[in-house]
């Protein structure tokens, strides 16, 4: 299935235009694009999105601005989504696989999903005509993505006059289309465990942190630790630089002992995990002040996020459910899960306010097991075109001649 001559390559005025779809998704910014239409070799299709992008097209270049393409500096906004549909048990389901791009390097990472950005995926493909949602009505649309293997389902709807519904959250103003997105079986997205080192609690440079691995392998820390509170603003965080370190320093050990790997199943070095703007992600934690059971300052590992990133939100929820864990240890008012699938709510205070994420899960045998974890975001197409690769190479321009 391919969308209208609207949404094709073309050429124009001697140049190749790529179609993009410039989204938001939660408090995340990026790209979509028809994966049909991108070239199949891996460093054609990498110097594509540099160029979308304004990224450097090769090497480092600190302080790049991306004044030639649709990045905007932080990792939160360089990503970009390949997008494609499949058939699967009989149904229709999309396909998302997503590039983690920064702006001062030409590397890309491949490795984790954006639970943010994926909320923009239903809003597109209703743009783009593959799907339809009746007046009065909603429709679920699978997700498959192909870094993680992660099944989601994206849950959109209209109202009775015909609009989409809408709906606001932390981080964003204003109310705009609504998406509920559930994650399937979402434990071990990366290492296969909910415990990637096998503890509940381990012990990095004298800190406590729990290794968890729900939708993304995240290393959760006592802000106590670091004699934090985790309800410092970002620009007293990141001003840090003592902080920075020491965080750095736990999480690539952590990393380390989780086994986490690179796209091409090799395990990370410490120095990838130095540098690695995906994973593992990292936060801290502390008791909730407000409305919240836990309050959080999540890293995506390079930059603080500016709120709470959702699959890190459903990592952090299911965390704070695993008896004796550096999330459970702080969080207050929290049901206990019982012998059956239930959901059971987790409000995380975060810069922005506050993420509410339900878990649906049990206790087993002294385990916890996840079945389903959901959250509410709000999506935008911010617009819809063609991008003129000025600078594509011989190469690429064959591969996308129409």
């Given at each position: 299935m391919l969308p209208s001559v609207e949404f094709q390559p073309r050429l124009r005025d001697g140049l190749i235009e790529f179609p993009?779809?410039?989204?938001?998704?939660?408090?995340?910014?990026?790209?979509?694009?028809?994966?049909?239409f991108a070239p199949r070799e891996p460093e054609l299709r990498e110097e594509l999105l540099r160029h979308l992008m304004g990224v450097p097209l090769s090497g480092t270049h600190p302080g790049n601005r991306q004044i030639t393409g649709l990045g905007r500096g932080a990792p939160t906004s360089n990503k970009v989504f390949f997008a494609d549909w499949e058939t699967h048990a009989g149904a229709g389901r999309l396909v998302s696989t997503l590039a983690q791009l920064a702006g001062d390097h030409a590397a890309?990472?491949?490795?984790?999903n954006c639970g943010n950005l994926s909320s923009a995926l239903p809003l597109w493909a209703l743009d783009v005509g593959l799907v339809s949602v009746a007046a009065g009505e909603t429709a679920d649309i699978s997700i498959r993505n192909s870094n993680t293997g992660v099944i989601s389902t994206g849950r959109i709807g209209r109202g009775a006059d015909g609009a989409l519904v809408r709906a606001s959250i932390p981080g964003v103003d204003g109310e705009f289309p609504s998406v509920d997105l559930f994650l399937h079986h979402p434990v071990g997205a990366k290492t296969g465990q909910l415990l990637p080192t096998g503890q509940v609690v381990d012990l990095i440079d004298g800190r406590a942190v729990s290794c968890v691995d729900v939708a993304v392998p995240m290393v959760i820390a006592l802000a106590s630790?670091?004699?934090k509170?985790?309800?410092?603003?970002?620009?007293?965080?990141q001003s840090d630089h003592a902080f920075m370190s020491q965080l750095r320093d736990v999480w690539v050990a952590a990393g380390l002992r989780m086994g986490l790997r690179r796209r091409d199943g090799e395990l990370m070095s410490a120095d990838e995990l130095a540098r690695s703007e995906t994973q593992p992600k990292v936060c801290i934690v502390g008791p909730p002040k407000g409305d919240g059971n836990i309050a959080v300052r999540y890293f995506t590992p390079q930059s603080l996020h500016a709120s709470m990133a959702v699959s890190g939100g459903c990592c952090l929820a299911a965390a704070a459910l695993i008896p004796g864990s550096v999330a459970w240890q702080v969080a207050k008012g929290l049901d206990a899960p019982s012998g059956e699938f239930a959901d059971i709510e987790v409000a995380i205070e975060n810069p922005a306010g506050i993420l509410t994420t339900t878990v649906v899960a049990r206790e087993c045998e002294g385990r916890l097991e996840v079945d389903s974890a959901a959250y509410r975001r709000t999506a935008q197409v911010l617009l819809r075109g063609h991008v003129p690769l000025y600078r594509a190479s011989p190469q690429l321009i064959a591969a996308l001649r129409p």
């Open positions: 993009v779809h410039h989204v938001r998704g939660g408090t995340s910014t990026g790209l979509v694009l028809w994966e049909p890309i990472d491949w490795s984790v630790d670091f004699g509170t985790a309800h410092e603003s970002l620009a007293e965080l």
